[in-house]
Structures are given as structure tokens and as C-alpha cells.
């Protein structure tokens, strides 16, 4: 059941307020949430309750609940203006924020309540304070593409450069979240459109990444820099290219330099190329892109199988619409560790296969990490023997498959181990299997 007071305070019933301080009652008291009346009337909107608990108590009037609310942020929180303006005129402390280290002008940007940041910038709000995620009024202000807030903001003070404990600016959010209006408002008043995060990715990078088209625009248009990698060594066309966003990248290839590319030693034909973005990878070999790039050792590194090349990875993806592509484009079928063929054979794709065996595919591949005396080919396919037959119809080697250097004696152990690396297993001696 609701307490008397509150109940009193909620239908604004001022004259029982005043009979229950006139008969003694201390109106002062917090309850276990540590709320007092003045708060409950913040709450409420009970501007008449709230003046005469003001008067009543001068001393409660930034008094917090456990929450360590006060009543301007609880006013502020629910928009009531009046009992805002009531409190700012009584003299109360505009930045005394809650354990979210939110103040009340926090609040405002947060509810898009432009009247209630006015009055708090004109009553002296700090407009950088920084919550406990490091976000100013103003960050907060552009996630929500508030023009009149950010306008307030700016004007009463608010630093546009300011950035949360991960480097990031008013101007990254706006580019980050899509905020066109925003991101435009700021450029006009000078914030660095170059500018990046702890993670180096830059502003166009992160638009990039969520397929924000305008502003990849609006930032190429006002001379965002293409060329600045993020901590991993991609570039924001890497990141278009693995998104799959065609128009985007179409925007990024004439900036992009060819030099930056490779010197992260991957190729945005990979990332289309993994993540199947077939009209991304033929735009990407129309504008010039070499399908024979490989992966740098060190992201070579990060596959089990070691590949290295864009055709690896359709073949991989058994995408056969790619893999014809990259060759007809002169992709080599005999560049990676794990030939594409043995791939095929495995996935049982004799399309694939046919594509590149015409190709030049090495009908008689081996994997060097694992020496045979017979083609490897032979190996893959002995569980599909109408696969076996049409390599052997071919001319793959099978009398390979008849010679051992042990002849009817038995084989020594293999002595297996995996390097630091991680490594496909490698024997400690080159191992012959026969």
C-alpha cells in the first residue's frame, strides 16, 4: 500500500502536505530506497509539493537516494520541466551525477529533451562531464542525431575533440552510428574527420564496417583519409570487402593505395573471397586487383592449412561461380601448401575439379608437410572411387601407388610432433609414407 505521503505528493495534494508538517512530521526522512519526499515530487511532477518541501528542508535540495539520484536528475529523468526549473532556481548543484556518473544534462541528451539541456547549460551545467563509460553530454547528444542538443552543447562549451577511456570523439559516433545530420554539424565546426580510436580504426573505418553509405561519402567527400589501418593492418577497403557492401567499395578503390594493401599482407580480394562476395571480388579483379596475391606468412599463419590465396578460399567455400572467376582471371591452382584440387577432390565437386585441372591444376599434387610416394590426389579421393577413376582416366601417376621402399616388410613408426606454431603435424625426419 502506498505511503500517505507519497500518495499525498503523487495527486498533488499540497494543503495535506502542509498538514502533515504543521503537525509535527518530519518530511525529511528517507525511506530504505533512500528516497524523500522532495524526490518523490521530482518524481511526480508535483511542482506546488515540491516548493513547499524545498523551503521546508533548504538543506535536502541535492540529498540523494541510494542510487545517489538527486531530485533535479529524477526531474530531469522524467521531463518535468517546472520542478527542473524549480530546483535550478533554488540553488541546486546542476553536476551531481548518479553512480552511473550520470548528471542530469547526461540525462537530457539521453531523453532527447532539448528544454531541459537548455536549462541546465543555462544554470551552469558542465557540458564535458564524462560518465563511467569516459561519454560527454555530447556523445551521448550524437548517438541520438540531436541537432538542437548538440547545438546547445557546442555553444555552452562542449569540447568536440573530447574522447571516452577508447579514443573516441563525438565525430567517431556520429560516423560509427550513422548519424549524417550530426557528423555534418560537427565537420562544419572543425572536429578532425582523420580522427581514430584506441584500435587505430579511423572514423571512415568504422562506416565502413556497418555499411553506413552516406557517411562513407560525406567523409570521402571532406577528404577522410583512406589509408589509415587499424591495429590489425586492414584498411577500410579490407573491411567493405568482408562486409560485402559493393557500393562502398566502389567509392574506396580509386583512394586505396596499392602500396598500403599489400603492405598488410592481405588482399581484399581474401575477405570477398572467404566470405563469398562474389560481385565485391569481380569488382575488386576489374579494378585491377592481382588474383595471385598470397597471404602475408604471418595471417598464412592464423589457417590450420596454411593457404594463401583468394582461390583457396572459393574453392574452400566450394563457391564455383568464384573459382571460375579467379581463374579466368590467371589465377595459378598451384600456389598453396594444400593444392585447391585436393580441396575439390575432398568437398567430391568434379566441377570444381574439371575448372582446375583445366586450368593447370597439378594432377599429381602432393602436400610437401606430408611427403607420399603417390599423388596426394590419390589419397584424397579413395572414398570416392568414381572420382579416383576420372583422375586416373586423366593420367594421375597410380604406379606410384605399386612402389614402396619397404616392399612386404613392415613400416617404422612415424614419429609425429607439432611446432610452436601450430602446425599441420611434421615428423621430426622427412617421413615417407608408402
Known amino acids: 500500500e502506498l505511503d500517505p505521503v507519497v500518495a499525498a505528493i503523487k495527486d498533488g495534494d499540497e494543503k ?79 553536476d551531481i551525477s548518479n553512480k552511473a556518473r550520470e548528471t542530469p544534462l547526461y540525462k537530457a541528451c539521453e531523453r532527447k529533451n532539448a528544454e531541459a539541456a537548455r536549462l541546465l547549460v543555462q544554470y551552469n551545467a558542465d557540458t564535458n562531464h564524462r560518465c563511467n563509460r569516459g561519454w560527454t553530454a555530447l556523445h551521448e547528444a550524437v548517438s541520438r542525431n540531436d541537432l538542437e542538443i548538440i547545438d546547445i552543447l557546442v555553444k555552452g562549451g562542449a569540447k568536440i575533440e573530447s574522447a571516452n577511456a577508447y579514443g573516441i570523439t563525438s565525430l567517431f559516433v556520429a560516423a560509427e552510428s550513422g548519424q ?6 560537427l565537420a562544419k565546426c572543425g572536429a578532425d574527420i582523420n580522427t581514430q580510436a584506441s584500435d587505430n580504426a579511423s ?24 589509408n589509415k589501418a587499424n591495429k590489425d593492418g586492414l584498411l577500410p577497403l579490407h573491411i567493405a570487402a568482408k562486409k560485402g557492401i559493393c557500393e562502398i567499395v566502389s567509392m574506396l578503390i580509386p583512394v586505396t593505395s596499392r602500396t598500403r594493401v599489400k603492405r598488410s599482407g592481405i588482399s ?49 567455400n566450394n563457391n564455383i561461380y568464384a573459382t571460375e572467376l579467379l581463374l579466368q582471371a590467371g589465377a595459378n591452382p598451384n600456389v598453396d601448401l594444400i593444392n585447391p584440387l585436393l ?15 583445366d586450368h593447370g591444376a597439378n594432377i599429381n599434387a602432393y602436400i610437401s608437410s606430408h611427403p607420399t610416394t603417390f599423388p596426394a590426389t590419390i589419397m584424397f579421393s579413395m572414398k570416392y572411387l568414381s572420382v579416383l577413376k576420372y583422375l586416373l582416366d586423366l593420367g594421375c601417376d597410380a604406379v606410384s601407388c605399386f612402389e614402396c621402399q619397404y616392399g612386404n616388410g613392415p613400416h617404422p613408426a612415424l614419429n609425429f610432433r607439432r611446432d610452436r606454431l601450430n602446425d599441420p603435424q611434421l615428423s621430426k625426419e622427412p617421413t615417407i609414407v608408402q
Not at 73 to 83: E, I, P, V, W
Not at 206 to 219: D, M, Q, R, S, T
Not at 343 to 357: A, D, N, P, V
Open 268 to 316: 581484399p580480394l581474401h575477405l570477398a573471397a572467404e566470405r563469398n562476395n562474389d560481385d565485391i571480388l569481380e569488382e575488386l579483379i576489374d579494378a585491377g586487383y592481382d588474383v595471385n596475391t598470397a597471404l602475408s606468412n604471418e595471417r598464412s599463419c592464423l589457417y590450420e592449412d596454411r593457404r594463401t590465396t583468394p582461390l583457396y578460399f572459393s574453392v574452400f
Open 16 to 94: 495535506a502536505v502542509c498538514n502533515m508538517m504543521k503537525s509535527g512530521k518530519d518530511l525529511s526522512e528517507p525511506n530504505k530506497d533512500g528516497w524523500i519526499p522532495l524526490h518523490e515530487a521530482a518524481y511526480y511532477g508535483q511542482v506546488g509539493c515540491l516548493s513547499l518541501l524545498q523551503k521546508a528542508y533548504p538543506g535536502t535540495i541535492d540529498q540523494r537516494t541510494l542510487n545517489e539520484e538527486t531530485a533535479l536528475y529524477l526531474a530531469t529523468s522524467r521531463g518535468n520541466l517546472d520542478c527542473l526549473l524549480t530546483l535550478l532556481q533554488a540553488g541546486a548543484e546542476p
Open 343 to 357: 580441396i575439390s577432390i575432398r568437398h567430391g565437386c568434379l566441377k570444381t575439379m574439371k575448372l582446375l585441372l
Open 203 to 226: 572514423a571512415l573505418y568504422e562506416a565502413c564496417k556497418n555499411g553506413h553509405l552516406p557517411i562513407v561519402e560525406f567523409l570521402l567527400s571532406q577528404g577522410a583519409d583512406a
Open 180 to 185: 549524417l545530420e550530426a557528423l555534418r554539424y
